[in-house]
C-alpha cells in the first residue's frame, strides 16, 4: 500500500527510488483528482476560513484551484446525474424531446466534470510581482571572490547552549549559555570544511595565499572583523557606563533578543590570534553603528586585551575606540522622502 501510494502521488528518482517531490494534478490518475481536490477545499476551509489573510500564503494559492476544480466537478456530476434521472423519467412517460434535451444537459455535465478534472494546479501570481523579471538562474551578479568562490559553509551543534529560549535571570541569558568549547569546535569545522582541509592551520594558509597572491600571511598584516551588534546599535542602547539598556529607547530589544555571540567571537580571535599568529594589536572588531555593551564586551577583552574593540561611541577610558569616519560617501537608494533632512553617511 505504502508504494503504491508513494508512486500514484509522488515523483521518485529513477535510481535512488526516493521521494523527490509531489506529482503534478494534472500527473494524478483520474479517479484520485477528485480525492486531491476534496482535500485541498477542506484543507483551504479550515486554514483560510479562521483567517482570511492565510489566503496569501504559497500553499493556500496552490490548494485554491485544486479545490475549485473539485466544486467544478461536483456541481458537473451532480448536474449530470440529476439531468440523466430526468431523462429517464420522460422516457418512461413517453416525452422522447423532453428525454433527448436531458441527455444533452447530462452529457455537457460529465464533460465539465472531466475537462475541470485535467487542468494543472499552480498558484496565481501576486499582482505586485507580475511584472518582475527574475534575473537568470545560474548567471550570477558580480564576480566571486575567495579560495572557495560562492561556497558557503553551515555548521550545527545542539548541544553548543543550554539556554531553553526564555530565561533571563542574572547568569542564565543566552550570552551566558553557550558552551565555549563546542563553539571552537563549530568554527574549526567551518574553517576545513570551507578550505577542503583536515587542519584549521592549513585552511587559514590556504585563505591567505589566495588572497596574498600566492603569499602566506605575514607579519603586520592588518584585520577588521566586522560584526552586527543589532541589538545595540544605537546609542540609547547603553548607559554612561556601557550597560545594556533594554527596553524602548534601544528599539524594544529584550534579554530574549538574540544577538552575537561572544563565545563564536572568542574562537574567531583564538584562531587568528593562536593558530595563524597575528598579534591582537592588528586586529579590530566590531560595528561602527553599534555598542559593545558590557554583557557582550566583558566575555571577550579579558582573553584579548590587545584587540582593538570599535563601536560607535569609543568613550576614553572604556577600552572602546571609536570608528572613525572617512570622506568616502556612502550612496542609498530610497525615495526622497526618506532622505530628506538626513545626515550624509560615510564609510
Same mark, same amino acid.
Given at each position: 500500500?505504502?508504494?503504491?501510494?508513494?508512486?500514484?502521488?509522488?515523483?521518485?528518482?529513477?535510481?535512488?527510488?526516493?521521494?523527490?517531490?509531489?506529482?503534478?494534478?494534472?500527473?494524478?490518475?483520474?479517479?484520485?483528482?477528485?480525492?486531491?481536490?476534496?482535500?485541498?477545499?477542506?484543507?483551504?476551509?479550515?486554514?483560510?476560513?479562521?483567517?482570511?489573510?492565510?489566503?496569501?500564503?504559497?500553499?493556500?494559492?496552490?490548494?485554491?484551484?485544486?479545490?475549485?476544480?473539485?466544486?467544478?466537478?461536483?456541481?458537473?456530476?451532480?448536474?449530470?446525474?440529476?439531468?440523466?434521472?430526468?431523462?429517464?423519467?420522460?422516457?418512461?412517460?413517453?416525452?422522447?424531446?423532453?428525454?433527448?434535451?436531458?441527455?444533452?444537459?447530462?452529457?455537457?455535465?460529465?464533460?465539465?466534470?472531466?475537462?475541470?478534472?485535467?487542468?494543472?494546479?499552480?498558484?496565481?501570481?501576486?499582482?505586485? @510581482?507580475?511584472?518582475?523579471?527574475?534575473?537568470?538562474?545560474?548567471?550570477?551578479?558580480?564576480?566571486?571572490?575567495?579560495?572557495?568562490?560562492?561556497?558557503?559553509?553551515? @555548521?550545527?551543534?545542539?548541544?553548543?547552549?543550554?539556554?531553553?529560549?526564555?530565561?533571563?535571570?542574572?547568569?542564565?541569558?543566552?550570552?551566558?549559555?553557550?558552551?565555549?568549547?563546542?563553539?571552537?569546535?563549530?568554527?574549526?569545522?567551518?574553517?576545513?570544511?570551507?578550505?577542503?582541509?583536515?587542519?584549521?592551520?592549513?585552511?587559514?594558509?590556504?585563505?591567505?595565499?589566495?588572497?596574498?597572491?600566492?603569499?602566506?600571511?605575514?607579519?603586520?598584516?592588518?584585520?577588521?572583523?566586522?560584526?552586527?551588534?543589532?541589538?545595540?546599535?544605537?546609542?540609547?542602547?547603553?548607559?554612561?557606563?556601557?550597560?545594556?539598556?533594554?527596553?524602548?529607547?534601544?528599539?524594544?530589544?529584550?534579554?530574549?533578543?538574540?544577538?552575537?555571540?561572544?563565545?563564536?567571537?572568542?574562537?574567531?580571535?583564538?584562531?587568528?590570534?593562536?593558530?595563524?599568529?597575528?598579534?591582537?594589536?592588528?586586529?579590530?572588531?566590531?560595528?561602527?553603528?553599534?555598542?559593545?555593551?558590557?554583557?557582550?564586551?566583558?566575555?571577550?577583552?579579558?582573553?584579548?586585551?590587545?584587540?582593538?574593540?570599535?563601536?560607535?561611541?569609543?568613550?576614553?577610558?572604556?577600552?572602546?575606540?571609536?570608528?572613525?569616519?572617512?570622506?568616502?560617501?556612502?550612496?542609498?537608494?530610497?525615495?526622497?522622502?526618506?532622505?530628506?533632512?538626513?545626515?550624509?553617511?560615510?564609510?
Amino acid at each position: 500500500m505504502r508504494e503504491w501510494m508513494k508512486q500514484q502521488f509522488f515523483k521518485t528518482c529513477p535510481k535512488s527510488g526516493r521521494v523527490v517531490g509531489l506529482k503534478r494534478a494534472d500527473q494524478l490518475p483520474a479517479l484520485l483528482l477528485p480525492l486531491v481536490g476534496l482535500i485541498a477545499l477542506l484543507w483551504y476551509v479550515v486554514r483560510v476560513v479562521p483567517k482570511p489573510s492565510r489566503a496569501a500564503y504559497p500553499c493556500q494559492q496552490v490548494a485554491r484551484p485544486l479545490a475549485g476544480s473539485f466544486l467544478v466537478w461536483m456541481f458537473g456530476i451532480t448536474g449530470a446525474t440529476l439531468a440523466f434521472r430526468h431523462a429517464g423519467a420522460r422516457l418512461r412517460q413517453a416525452r422522447y424531446l423532453s428525454a433527448g434535451l436531458a441527455v444533452l444537459v447530462g452529457i455537457a455535465g460529465v464533460s465539465w466534470a472531466v475537462l475541470s478534472a485535467g487542468g494543472p494546479a499552480q498558484a496565481a501570481p501576486r499582482a505586485e @510581482t507580475v511584472a518582475y523579471t527574475p534575473h537568470p538562474a545560474n548567471q550570477p551578479i558580480g564576480v566571486a571572490k575567495g579560495l572557495m568562490p560562492g561556497r558557503v559553509v553551515w @555548521t550545527h551543534d545542539p548541544q553548543v547552549t543550554t539556554w531553553d529560549g526564555s530565561t533571563t535571570s542574572v547568569n542564565n541569558r543566552w550570552y551566558d549559555k553557550v558552551d565555549q568549547g563546542r563553539a571552537n569546535e563549530l568554527v574549526s569545522t567551518a574553517l576545513n570544511g570551507y578550505a577542503d582541509t583536515t587542519s584549521t592551520g592549513a585552511a587559514w594558509d590556504a585563505i591567505f595565499r589566495n588572497f596574498n597572491d600566492g603569499a602566506p600571511y605575514q607579519p603586520g598584516e592588518k584585520f577588521f572583523i566586522k560584526v552586527n551588534l543589532t541589538t545595540s546599535n544605537s546609542d540609547g542602547c547603553a548607559d554612561a557606563n556601557y550597560n545594556w539598556t533594554i527596553g524602548s529607547s534601544c528599539g524594544g530589544v529584550s534579554w530574549t533578543s538574540i544577538g552575537n555571540s561572544p563565545q563564536l567571537i572568542n574562537a574567531l580571535l583564538d584562531q587568528l590570534v593562536n593558530v595563524v599568529g597575528v598579534n591582537p594589536a592588528d586586529i579590530s572588531i566590531g560595528d561602527p553603528t553599534g555598542l559593545w555593551v558590557n554583557e557582550l564586551y566583558n566575555k571577550i577583552r579579558p582573553n584579548f586585551p590587545d584587540v582593538v574593540f570599535l563601536d560607535a561611541r569609543g568613550t576614553a577610558g572604556s577600552g572602546r575606540t571609536a570608528a572613525a569616519r572617512s570622506n568616502v560617501r556612502l550612496y542609498w537608494s530610497a525615495p526622497a522622502g526618506e532622505t530628506s533632512g538626513k545626515k550624509l553617511d560615510y564609510v
